[in-house]
C-alpha cells in the first residue's frame, strides 16, 4: 500500500507543478521519480497491469523529454 500511495502523491505533486506553470525540467524530474516510485509498485503489487503501467510512463516520460 505504501508503494501505491508515494505514485498517488507524486501524481498530485505533478499536477501542481503543471497547475502552478513550473519549469518542464522540474516536471521532467518529477515524471522520472513517478516511473522509480511506479516501478517499485509494480513490483509489489506485481502481475501484468502494474508492469504495463510502468511501461505507459516510461513511454510518456520518452514522448516528453523529446518535446523538453
Known sequence: M???????????RIEEL????????????????????????SRAEGGESAERAVAVLRSALADDMIAV
Not at 2 to 12: D, F, N, T
Not at 18 to 41: F, H, K, Q
Request: net charge negative; proline share 3%; hydrophobic share 50%.
Open 2 to 12: 505504501e508503494e501505491s500511495r508515494a505514485v498517488l502523491e507524486r501524481l498530485e
Open 18 to 41: 503543471d497547475r502552478t506553470g513550473a519549469p518542464s525540467a522540474e516536471i521532467v524530474a518529477e515524471l522520472r521519480a513517478l516511473v522509480a516510485d511506479a516501478t517499485a509498485w
